[in-house]
C-alpha cells in the first residue's frame, strides 16, 4: 500500500522557518522523482519545488533561493525547507512522487504564515 505522509505544518510569522517531511512508503523511494506542490485557498494547486534520484532540485520561481528540498533513500523521506516565509506562502503542502505516467500525493499538511 503506497503511503505518502506529510508532517510539519503549522501557524508561522512572516519571515519565520518551517521545514515539513514526507514519509514515503509501499513503492521503491530512490526510483521516483519527489516534489512538493500547494494549493492556496480559492487557487489552483501549484508546484513548489522537486528533486531526482540523482538529486538535481527545481523550483518555482516563487520559491527559488527561499525554499530547499531533500531527500534521503535510505529512510524515505523528502523533507522542504521554508525560510523567509511570507503570507502568500500560505497553503495545503502536498507531497508528490512521479515516475513515468505513475503518481502518488499525500493528503497535505496546511502551512499558515500570519502575525
Known amino acids: 500500500q503506497v503511503q505518502l505522509v506529510e508532517s510539519g505544518g503549522g501557524l508561522v510569522q512572516p519571515g519565520e522557518s518551517l521545514t515539513l517531511s514526507c514519509e514515503a512508503s509501499g513503492f521503491t523511494f530512490s526510483d521516483f522523482k519527489m516534489g512538493w506542490y500547494r494549493q492556496a485557498p480559492g487557487k489552483e494547486r501549484e508546484f513548489v519545488a522537486g528533486?531526482?534520484?540523482?538529486?538535481?532540485?527545481y523550483y518555482a520561481p516563487s520559491v527559488k533561493d527561499r525554499f530547499t528540498i531533500s531527500r534521503q533513500d535510505d529512510n524515505k523521506t523528502v523533507r522542504l525547507q521554508m525560510n523567509s516565509l511570507k503570507s502568500e506562502d500560505t497553503a495545503v503542502y502536498y507531497c508528490?512522487?512521479?515516475?513515468?505516467?505513475?503518481?502518488?500525493w499525500g493528503q497535505g499538511t496546511r502551512v499558515t504564515v500570519a502575525s
Open positions: 528533486i531526482f534520484p540523482d538529486l538535481t532540485t
Open positions: 508528490t512522487a512521479f515516475r513515468g505516467s505513475v503518481d502518488y
